[in-house]
């Protein structure tokens, strides 16, 4: 078991309204204060997507470019943009993150229903977006919405070979509407069908958060928290901003005996190139 807790956070996705969210961070300054935010309190990765000037999900290079050197300016978190981006999102433009060269990119391992949508995650996209982070030495985060999609993982390693950086880590998300549920016994399934070596963390998206943290927490994981993922802190109390969220699966880490991963030990965990050889 690791002795520290990865905490990532996932501070705006691609779901959430500006006008339904007001704390949701959409502008540039808002990413670059939430980022500072939660790195205060425990983050060393943030899983990034990113809106434009009206606040609509985009995936516009030059605006992704932007986000990230704001984000690397200001912190010294990880950078994780996301490849799944809006469930509307084309392959091409999904595969084109990845040329704003951020440390790291999510891939998600299989078609899933999304509530009433679709998130589309053929085979050939999966293989195109592993190797193509291969060969940029960009570091995956395995996104996985059901049990099955760890056997496509298996697959996809034993034909295509290990990520850059050799750390294969994997990211349940859990209690999307459509996929595995966000429960202890859900999580505990999963395990055995990690790969060897493999480190995974977890995410309960809306009321799983806490049973899915707590679950992680009890099982060697790491956490991912966030407003991409989380609306509502307690029944009736709706999140003042990713800041807190963060701070709460700190203080879990910290009554778990796992306190929070520095940065640069995220680094070297996930097998990314320290911070002063990557400026
Ligand atoms: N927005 C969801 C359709 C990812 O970032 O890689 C997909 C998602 C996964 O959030
Ligand atoms: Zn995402």
Redesign the pocket.
């Known amino acids: 078991m690791t002795h520290s807790t990865l905490i990532t956070v ?1 501070p705006t ?3 959430s309204a500006k006008a339904d969210v007001p704390a949701l961070p959409v502008t540039i300054d808002e990413v670059v204060a939430t980022a500072r935010d939660c790195e205060a309190v425990g983050a060393s990765v943030i ?1 990034l ?1 990113v809106r434009d000037a009206d606040t609509r999900p985009t995936l516009d290079l030059g605006r992704v470019r932007e986000v990230v050197s704001a984000v690397r300016e200001n912190t010294d978190l990880i950078v994780q943009l ?6 509307t999102d084309p392959f091409d433009a999904r595969l084109a993150v990845l040329d704003a060269e951020p440390d790291a990119a ?3 391992l299989g078609t899933v229903n ?1 509530g009433r ?1 679709v ?1 589309s995650n053929p085979w050939d996209l999966i293989v195109e977006l592993h190797t193509q982070m291969q060969q940029r030495g960009i570091v995956p985060e395995y ?1 996985v919405f059901d049990l099955g999609q760890l056997a496509t993982l298996t697959r996809l390693l034993d034909r295509h070979g290990l990520p850059h950086g050799g750390r294969v880590h994997v990211d349940l ?1 859990m209690g999307v509407p459509g996929g595995m549920p966000g429960t202890a016994q859900a999580l505990t399934a999963c395990l055995p069908f990690l790969p060897p070596g493999a480190t995974f963390a977890a995410t309960g998206v809306g009321r799983t958060s806490l049973p899915v943290m707590l679950a992680a927490l009890s099982a060697g994981g790491h956490l991912r928290v966030g407003m ?1 993922d989380t609306l509502t802190y307690a029944p009736g109390e709706p999140v003042r901003d990713n800041a807190q969220l963060v701070a709460r699966a700190a203080g879990l880490a910290r009554i778990a005996q796992r306190p929070p991963m520095s940065t640069d030990d995220a680094r070297s965990f996930l097998g990314i190139k320290p911070m002063e050889v990557a400026l």
């Open positions: 996932a996705g691609a779901e899983h997507h996301s490849s799944g981006g809006a469930v999510s891939l998600t999304f949508d998130f996104e998300v991409e």
